[in-house]
């Protein structure tokens, strides 16, 4: 069981940075892939970028070259590093947890077991 909280969200302009964490309890922590998801409203959660345990990354093609997903196993903690953000980047952000890192987990949400609450991010124009 893994339980997660995300924080660092807020309101940021239209170029800024924001760096996300997701809190994960459980000392199994190190043997799960994490990802990042975001909904925006009337939108579908979409993938946003994973990290493997052996930290191989996957991102979305919107955020390639713009976020950067890290993990802190002292901390049991995953970063989301989000630089020249944009309105559309505008959503709720989630942070998940599995045991299996599949292409149907860089495709969808339900692939995941575990989910954090969400922490909102909003950049105005």
């Known amino acids: 069981q893994v339980q997660l909280v995300e924080s660092g969200g807020g309101l940021v302009q239209a170029g800024g940075s924001l760096r996300l964490s997701c809190a994960a309890s459980?000392?199994?922590?190190?043997?799960?892939?994490m990802g990042w998801f975001r909904q925006a409203p009337g939108k579908e959660r979409e993938f946003v970028a994973a990290?493997?345990?052996?930290?191989?990354?996957y991102y979305s093609d919107s955020v390639k070259g713009r976020f950067t997903v890290s993990r802190d196993s002292a901390k049991n903690t995953v970063f989301l590093q989000m630089n020249s953000l944009k309105p559309e980047d505008t959503a709720v952000y989630y942070c998940a947890a599995d045991l299996a890192l599949t292409s149907a987990h860089r495709i969808g949400a339900r692939a995941w077991d575990y989910w954090g609450q969400g922490t909102q991010v909003t950049v105005s124009s």
């Open positions: 459980g000392r199994t922590f190190s043997r799960y892939h």
């Open positions: 990290l493997s345990w052996s930290d191989t990354t």
